[in-house]
């Protein structure tokens, strides 16, 4: 029970945090189509700061549970089984979502660039950007469910 309770939080958060990787592109696509409309660029910015400081939260909070299911078996052996004993789709998984962790940190990193008035790369360069995400998750979805190796 307390494994499915652990899973269960780690997959909410996590579904958290990959909206806000979702979107905080899309602000960032936006920024970039609105050049010379200060009142849109305010409010969007104001958005994207919002949504990224949400965004880092989320992904602490998945972080933490993710770790308990990870290694809390060695310090709850009776209440949460060792899922990666032997396996090493777990280290593709994990190597993924740290790819993930980056692009999101880039496009905050992009934000604060458009905050101090440095122009974005063009609308159609974010909107390529964008994409990255979900071929990454795709990916780890994969390894999830198939645990190839």
């Known amino acids: 029970m307390t494994y499915l309770l652990i899973k269960s939080l780690h997959l909410l958060f996590v579904i958290a945090w990959m ?8 602000i960032l696509v936006n920024l970039s ?3 010379g409309e200060p ?5 969007l910015q104001l958005m994207g700061r919002r949504l990224y400081k949400f965004g880092h939260n989320m992904f602490g909070i998945a972080f933490v549970f993710g770790l308990a299911l990870w290694q809390g078996w060695r310090v709850f052996p009776q209440s949460l089984p060792n899922v990666s004993a032997g396996m090493h789709w777990i280290d593709a998984k994990l190597t993924l979502v740290a790819l993930l962790l980056a692009y999101f940190i880039w496009a905050g990193r992009l934000l ?6 440095v122009a974005l790369p ?3 360069a974010m909107r390529w950007f964008n994409e990255l995400p979900v071929l990454l998750l795709l990916g780890v979805l994969w390894l999830v469910i198939a645990k190839p190796f």
């Open 19 to 26: 909206a806000t990787v979702f979107y905080l592109p899309r």
């Open 33 to 35: 189509e609105s050049a």
């Open 39 to 43: 009142a849109v660029q305010a409010r």
């Open 112 to 117: 604060k660039r458009s905050m101090k008035g």
């Open 122 to 124: 063009s609308s159609k």
